[in-house]
């Protein structure tokens, strides 16, 4: 059976650029890179070379990327690197900003700060699903000692206004970071234009394995590590380096930057807003979440009214076609999206929602599958339905 895979923003095929580029790092060269004989000095070689990559993606210095074990620990070392500090000393009442629709690892480190004692803002997101950087700037108290915003969003695609948003925060002199994991790689990325402190990457949304990531810190910035142990990492983060997943990071943000220097993300766009105007045109009383907003180019969430998300990705499944109804971690979950919720969708609509995502693996053909599949799984659907009935699916 054909399968197609559009359910990029969940992970990445790794490239074979990326495996190759990795795949020494397995064998030949095993050194620990704090070894100061010939095979330490090799992996460490390599992860400098990494890091310079990775630097080069984002227009910082080499020695403001620290590499980590995906996104998760970046945002969790970011948002807890800048407040260990004043929660340890016991100050009662400091302050974080942040949005309803961040993933978990930035929304479930902030409810932690908040058992903590630490009062966090929660900035609601207008019906596109964009927060207001005037929100942000009102919001902002003495005590702020963190923003926390995402700059593109997991579910829907919807990017952020963050250069507003890191202006405020210098202005106000608060940290500002920003998880940058659905938009590295899809859209050039500068972290001095966005101005933020702290950024967070994750290898497996840019076609490098699952299992590494990497936070931006600015220079100058002190952040308190989250593990104890050994110097790794200018003592940001302990622990032996993940070598072979550093390599393919770096060879990942490599090909990320050529690409988008080829205007890959125009091609991306094109297919996904082809996918987005067919499945439209062709399916009734289904609409583009988020759709009137900035986005990323390879996502759009589509809600199909009348179905349950959850049935419509395991039917498409069936017939080869791989999708999700957003989060990854929340498939299989009764609850609709915090996301979509936020951007004011009802219930029953925001379970009806399918996010499409798209990877440089895809081809045209991919994008013609998928639209020739949708329509007549969707009418199905409906036919199981009282009111989606009426509509007989097209
Ligand atoms: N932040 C966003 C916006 C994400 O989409 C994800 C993963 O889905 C993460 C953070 C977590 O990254 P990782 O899977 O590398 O821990």
């Known amino acids: 059976m054909r399968r197609v895979y559009l359910d990029n923003n969940a ?20 050194g620990n890179a704090s070894s100061i004989h010939h095979h330490g000095q090799e992996t460490r070689a390599a992860v400098e070379r990494a890091r310079e ?63 903590l004692g630490c ?27 963190l923003i926390t915003i995402m700059m593109a969003n997991n579910e829907t695609g919807v990017v952020q206004p963050v250069e507003e948003i890191g202006k405020t925060a210098a202005e106000g002199g608060v940290r500002f970071h920003t998880d940058a994991v659905q938009a590295v790689g899809k859209v050039p990325v500068d972290v001095g234009r966005c101005g933020c402190d702290l950024l967070t990457l994750s290898g497996h949304k840019i076609h490098a ?10 220079k100058g910035l002190q952040l308190r590590p989250m593990l104890y142990g050994g110097s790794h990492e200018r ?11 550093i390599v393919a990071l770096g060879k990942a943000a490599e090909l990320a930057r050529q690409s988008l220097d080829a205007g890959g993300g125009r091609t991306m766009a094109t297919m996904r807003d082809r996918l987005q105007t067919a499945v439209s045109e062709a399916v009734e009383a289904t609409g583009v979440n988020g759709g009137r907003s900035p986005r990323v180019p390879n996502t759009t969430s589509i809600y199909f009214d009348y179905i349950e998300g959850e049935s419509l990705v395991i039917a498409l499944d069936l017939k ?9 971690c929340s498939s299989g979950a009764i609850e609709p999206s915090h996301v979509l919720m936020a951007m004011g969708l009802e219930p029953d609509r925001a379970r009806a929602s399918i996010r499409f995502s798209l990877g440089k693996q895809n081809t045209a053909e991919d994008v013609d599958f998928a639209i020739s599949l949708i329509p007549q799984v969707v009418g199905r659907l409906r036919e199981l339905s009282p009111v989606g009935k009426v509509l007989g699916g097209n």
């Open 235 to 245: 003592s940001r983060r302990a622990g032996t380096e993940n070598v072979p997943g």
């Open 53 to 115: 990559s990775v630097a080069g993606l984002l227009g910082c210095q080499a020695s403001e990327i620290v590499f980590t074990s995906g996104g998760t620990e970046a945002d969790n070392l970011a948002i807890f690197g800048v407040l260990s500090e004043v929660l340890t000393a016991g100050v009662a009442g400091s302050h974080v900003i942040t949005s309803t629709v961040e993933h978990h690892a930035v929304l479930n480190a902030c409810k932690r700060l908040a058992t």
């Open 320 to 328: 080869g076609l791989a999708v999700s109804t957003g989060a990854a």
């Open 119 to 145: 009062d966090v803002t929660y900035l609601p997101v207008d019906g596109q699903g964009q927060v207001d950087p005037d929100d942000v700037r009102r919001t902002l108290r003495p005590s702020t000692k």
């Open 209 to 218: 394995p699952q299992g590494v990531g990497a936070l931006y810190v600015k």
């Open 11 to 30: 992970t990445t095929p790794i490239l074979p650029e990326v495996f190759e580029a990795m795949k020494p790092y397995f064998g030949e060269h095993f």
